[in-house]
């Protein structure tokens, strides 16, 4: 008989707690935003003890940066269709920015995940790369469309502007500030779109 398997425990096996512990997480977010990430609450909602809960994350930071990374890396697996499909670059740029943007109020405010954790030596390294990776597929693909655009200057400068932009939109449409002057989102990305994609010498597609 093989013994391979992991050990059932009183919660399921460390894989599945895992899974719990993050779905606990992440309702809390939804909810509440990053200051209702109680570590407690995320053991009550997982159903495991507080103790339990520190074995997989050291503390609330490393836990957001989990969550974080997980988001982003859900967030490309919907959009790999859309950004493979899209006919041109605008259209590629626009379902990014929309994707960016639909969940930019529950991590928003801290998109800037790494700068939470103020003791560097407590934040546990695979988690940390973790985040690095997904965000790094995310902007690799987005880098791949522009490519398959017809850009063929170096593609990391042309990214540091294009995801600049999808943040900084994301931002001021999500806070009072997109009152202030009067142009909505599909009109403002739009507009990005096409300005960006003329600077970078793209066309857009037949029909578009």
Known sequence: MSTDRKPAT?????????IDIMRSGERLL???G?????MRDVADGAGISLGAVYTYFANKET??????????TRMTARLRPQIEGAADFAEA??????AYRADYPVFGRQFDALSLVQDAAALEPAVEQ??????????TMLGEALA?????????PAMAVLWSTVTGLANHYSTARKDFLGVGWDEAVAFAADLLGRDLGVERGPGT
């Open 148 to 156: 398959r655009s017809g850009y063929a200057g170096d593609v990391r």
């Open 34 to 38: 990053y200051n209702a990430l109680r």
């Open 93 to 98: 740029f626009t379902a990014v920015a929309n």
């Open 130 to 139: 973790q985040l690095r990776d997904a965000t790094g597929r995310l902007v």
């Open 10 to 18: 009183q919660w399921g096996d460390r894989d599945q707690r895992r």
């Open 63 to 72: 836990l957001f940066i989990g969550l974080f990374a997980d988001h982003v």
């Open 30 to 32: 939804r909810a509440g």
